[in-house]
């Protein structure tokens, strides 16, 4: 095991696509950012040097951050924001984890453009439980908008409404050779795969998408899934893999087709009404000798609103659960809880609409406090959060029928957990006002997701079936719209951690909480103490 450095410098940066140029926030000019290896049990140092006008931090997600929550990077959870012409070093070490995670600024809507992966090789002379591919790449999945990102949502948060989808879908940052971005002119670039025929390639998938959950597809390829978020699955075959926000997947392309052009493509998985087609990007399989003038094969998207195409995927996803790589399902449970995810709307004087659209996690609208959640923990500092979080709805939904109450509550509530307890936990979409699939993200931990299924969640009927064998082990899940997600983890990490919708605006809206997991018996068991150089608020 050994260290590893890089230096993060967050500067602007010109990019021009959709025919149009702008500024934007990246990490040393590069966009997407670059790319961070190590190996399982490094240690790795990134120093974060903050250069543009905005308040910073940068989330490594997946990434567990045993005992080392100061280096999680949500903002105002475990740190106080890196300031303009502040810099922060972010020191954590790889246990137990190997495959692609991904890292991301968590503050404002920086994400759109500040993020880039993470590739965590085996250790040493540890093979994948798969044939080592001839090659690899990394396929970042995103979003760009023509204008200002940060002016979307502000926009938005003034008037109370939603924030302008964006005007274009990208894989590695462009949206690809086949958009026109005028009349007249071709989208500039795109991402190409070079391929030797007979040869297999793995893709390391990222959906940084900030409000989309996407398919992605190669044309003429059938793709085999082997990891997501960093956890080995079964490998399962499949033309159209579902990706939410916050997702990684590794896939395996076999380049069987001997010759040609063919088409990746990324394109939305509309469930819900209010997502409007931003068009799909695209990037090319070229394989070596294929001329340049050559026809591409194409691919059709799987068609809208592909709620069964998506509920194939995510059944088939399976843990490895091999001798090497066991499933730990927790099977008694310490904390049963029950979480409902959903819209709202609630009154708004300053909205130029007079109300505004808020996201809530058993209804209540989760409020960022002014001084980081971890620190007040640590420090014991009083009045900033609560720890009663209720563990079960305080109002009673039929929660795939038309509510009653759209208003929610507002409040920095945590839910408090014993070090090491177990917990499982029902997410429910309450389908209010417009039933979404929610992709929830819990930082600090894994879970297994034991459990899913449509319409309300039904406890006595619904939990004989659930998979306590060989349930997928990730860090983000996707809850379906009008139906629920279970999961279960163990609650094996101390800090304060925070569990929310991966789409960026459900979260600007309040659909956020934090788990607060004690400290344990010994010092194995503790938090490290604070880094000197963590900012304050
Ligand atoms: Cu990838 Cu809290 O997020």
């Not at 995670?101 to 500040?114: G, K, P, Q, S």
């Not at 005028?182 to 795109?190: D, E, I, L, R, V």
């Not at 939990?463 to 163990?490: H, M, Q």
Request: positive net charge; charged residues 15%.
């Amino acid at each position: 095991c050994r260290d590893r450095h890089y230096k993060f410098n967050v500067v602007l940066k010109n990019i021009s696509r959709l025919c149009g140029t702008k500024p934007i926030v990246t990490v040393n000019k590069q966009f997407p950012g670059p790319t961070l290896y190590a190996r399982e049990g490094d240690r790795v140092l990134v120093k974060v040097v903050n250069h543009v006008k905005y308040n910073l931090s940068i989330h490594w997600h997946g990434i567990r951050q045993l005992r080392t929550g100061w280096a999680d990077g949500p903002a105002y959870i475990t740190q106080c924001p890196i300031q303009p012409g502040q810099s922060y070093v972010y020191n954590f070490t790889l246990t137990g984890q190997r495959g692609t995670l991904w890292w991301h600024a968590h503050i404002l809507w920086l994400r759109a453009t500040v993020h880039g992966a993470i590739v965590i090789l085996p250790k040493l002379g540890v093979p994948y439980p798969f044939p080592k591919p001839h090659n690899e790449a990394v396929v970042i999945l995103g979003e760009w908008w023509k204008s200002d990102v940060e002016a979307v949502i502000n926009e938005a948060l003034k008037s109370g409404l939603a924030p302008n989808v964006s005007d274009a879908h990208t894989i590695n940052g462009h949206p690809g050779p086949l958009t026109k971005c005028s009349s007249k002119s071709p989208a500039q670039g795109g991402f190409t795969l070079q391929v030797e025929a007979g040869k297999t390639y793995m893709l390391r998938v990222i959906n940084a998408a900030l409000n989309e959950e996407l398919f992605f597809k190669v044309a003429g390829h059938e793709l085999t899934v082997v990891e997501v978020d960093a956890t080995y699955t079964k490998p399962f075959k499949t033309s159209s893999v579902l990706i939410a926000p916050g997702q990684t997947t590794n896939i395996l392309l076999k380049a069987d087709q001997g010759s040609g052009k063919y088409l990746m493509a990324a394109s939305t998985f509309m469930d819900s009404p209010i997502a409007i087609d931003n068009a799909t990007a695209t990037a090319m399989v070229h394989y070596s000798g294929t001329l340049g003038t050559s026809a591409v094969t194409l691919t059709k998207p799987p068609p809208k609103n592909a709620t069964r195409v998506a509920n194939n995927f995510t059944a088939s996803l399976r843990s490895l659960n091999s001798k090497k790589y066991p499933a730990k399902v927790p099977l008694k449970i310490d904390h049963s809880l029950f979480f409902t995810v959903g819209l709202g709307i609630n009154p708004c004087s300053t909205c130029s609409n007079g109300s505004r659209v808020v996201a809530a996690i058993n209804n209540v609208s989760f409020v960022m406090p002014t001084t980081a959640l971890l620190q007040a923990h640590y420090f014991n500092i009083s009045g900033v959060f609560t720890t009663d979080f209720p563990g079960n709805p305080p109002i009673k939904f039929n929660y795939t029928g038309t509510p009653k109450n759209l208003q929610t509550m507002t409040g920095t509530r945590l839910y408090r957990l014993a070090y090491n307890s177990t917990v499982q936990l029902v997410l429910q979409d309450t389908g209010v006002i417009t039933p979404e699939n929610h992709p929830v993200h819990l930082h600090g931990f894994n879970f297994f997701v034991v459990g899913k299924g449509l319409g309300n969640f039904n406890s006595n009927k619904d939990s004989k079936n659930f998979n306590l064998v060989d349930p997928v082990e990730r860090n983000t899940v996707g809850v379906p719209s009008g139906g629920w997600t279970a999961i279960r983890f163990r609650a094996d990490n101390p800090g304060v951690w925070f569990m929310h919708c991966h789409l960026e605006v459900h979260t600007t809206w309040g659909l956020k909480m934090a788990f607060v997991v004690n400290n344990g018996k010994g010092p194995k068991e503790s938090l490290l103490p604070p880094p000197s150089d963590l900012p304050t608020c």
